[in-house]
């Protein structure tokens, strides 16, 4: 079963960390990948540029509008996510507690979607 | 460049589930639509899913308490229904080409990072 796993917090914080702080969130991560590859099949990850650097497109009266911004105004925003084959959530949730503490962290399952195979396999 | 383009509208899971399978196809024809569109101005989809109802999704809640609650990491009108990930040009390009896609969506495209715009 595939899940998607949102990586959820306040933004900003990055330039006011310590170099050691940075480097343990990097840790964090390098071990979470490690972890997935031996328990679970990782699919696909990025990290995400601030959500003020988002643009959205809706449709107002029939005419696309682009504004800045993510598409929900929030105080935590979305800051990555990986793709994750696995046997069962739990195991996601419990592989999820490697990542940094400070995150907060939503698993959701990825629907399969009948009548459209034509997603591209994660190049 | 890359970019996550993220699909969100209000009651994505209730209005989807109420859709016909007719309804559904051409919403799909959409998705297409946009690959087609992305491609003609030289960028390429590298992969997309739909995801299950928020009701669905469980959070891990950062710590100290790092405890795990059933649902969304929060409630909102606007339910996150799919995603994909995309090579581009510039966001310009990707935004233009998600306009064939459902009007009852609000189409977020991000850059990843680590990637120059």
């Known amino acids: ?123 | 460049m890359k970019y996550v383009v993220l699909l969100a509208e209000p009651d994505h899971h209730a209005r989807w589930t109420a859709m016909s399978d007719a309804e559904k196809q051409a919403v799909f024809d959409t998705f297409r639509a946009f690959d087609h569109e992305l491609s003609a101005r030289g960028g390429k989809v590298l992969g997309g899913e739909g995801l299950a109802s928020s009701d669905s999704a469980r959070t891990l809640r950062p710590a100290p308490d790092r405890v795990i609650t059933d649902g969304p990491y929060a409630e909102s009108v606007e339910q996150l229904g799919g995603f994909f990930v995309v090579e581009a040009d510039s966001a310009d390009a990707v935004l233009e080409a998600a306009r064939v896609m459902p009007e009852t969506l609000s189409i977020e495209v991000r850059l990843v990072e680590g990637t120059v715009e």
């Open chain 1, 1 to 123: 079963m595939k899940f998607m796993v949102l990586l959820v917090g306040t933004e900003g914080g990055w330039d006011t960390v310590t170099p050691e702080q940075r480097q343990e969130v990097m840790d964090a991560h390098i071990a979470f990948h490690q972890a997935v590859a031996d328990r679970a099949t990782m699919l696909a990850g990025e990290a995400l540029a601030e959500s003020s650097t988002a643009r959205t497109v809706r449709h107002v009266d029939g005419e696309a509008v682009v504004t800045e911004g993510p598409y929900a105004e929030s105080v935590e925003h979305l800051g990555g996510f990986y793709l994750i084959e696995a046997d069962s959530m739990e195991l996601v949730l419990e592989l999820c507690r490697g990542l940094p503490s400070s995150y907060t962290v939503e698993v959701r399952p990825v629907i399969a979607i009948e009548g459209y195979e034509d997603t591209r396999d994660w190049e």
